[in-house]
């Protein structure tokens, strides 16, 4: 069945550092893509998506793109901030969202 | 805020006790999806109604239930509770059924019910 794989966590930064967080899926169609992030204590916001190969998601900074010939959707950060610490989650779309295993992300001053 | 609304926030209960999640979509969506997050498993997709109807079923335990109503609030029944139910309820929720080409849309979540079993 579709899955989404992404890196472990915690990932550890200092303020200003560039971000990538991996992630890989296995899909039979062409699913969605999308990052959704947990800041603590709250719910799932959706971050960025993307709907077909070689589109860009973008938002406060952050980006990823579909790549087909790779299967991967990483996401990427020029420069992180403080507020930035939470978990974010890879999923694909095949009707209900499947997700990924999480990555915590940790940035210090 | 997303517009999906669960309760209540928080949960203390029982053993073999018997509990009911609440969720509420945003406007018009006709989706609500039901999931599970604990340290363990991660995000585990319980289960998707659609205008009332059930669409699609994950790793939803035979002591849980839920169902989707005309108003298209739906409501998630946990029963014979363990100690391994303890775990975050999120509801989620989006405009279609989200299968078929061009038609993969995003969900978007509620603020979760915190389920705890003694």
């Known amino acids: 069945g579709n899955s989404v794989t992404q890196m472990e966590g915690p990932v550890t930064l200092s303020e200003e550092a560039f971000l990538t967080i991996n992630c890989t899926y296995t899909a039979t169609g062409y699913p969605s893509l999308f990052w959704y992030v947990q800041y603590p204590g709250e719910g799932l916001q959706l971050l960025l998506k993307?709907?077909?190969?070689?589109d860009k998601g973008s938002n406060k900074g952050f980006e990823a793109t579909y790549r087909k010939e790779t299967t991967s959707f990483h996401l990427e950060k020029g420069s992180v901030q403080v507020s930035d610490s939470a978990v974010y989650f890879c999923?694909?779309?095949?009707?209900?969202?499947?997700f990924g295993t999480g990555t915590r992300l940790q940035v210090f001053p | 805020d997303s517009g999906v609304t669960q309760t209540p926030k928080h949960l203390i209960t029982a053993t073999g006790q018997r509990v009911t999640l609440r969720c509420s979509p945003r406007?018009?969506?006709?989706?609500v999806y039901w999931y599970q997050q604990s340290l363990d498993q991660g995000l585990q997709f319980l289960i998707q109604?659609?205008?009332?109807?059930?669409?699609a079923k994950g790793n939803i335990l035979e002591r849980f239930s839920a169902q989707q109503f005309p108003d298209l609030h739906s409501e998630l029944n946990l029963s014979s509770l363990e100690l391994g139910d303890s775990a975050l309820y999120f509801c989620a929720s989006s405009p279609n059924h989200g299968q078929g080409q061009g038609i993969n849309t995003e969900a978007f979540f509620g603020q979760g019910t915190r389920l705890t079993v003694v």
């Open positions: 406007s018009g969506d006709l989706s």
């Open positions: 999923a694909l779309s095949e009707g209900k969202l499947i």
């Open positions: 993307a709907t077909k190969a070689d």
């Open positions: 109604y659609y205008n009332g109807e059930e669409r």
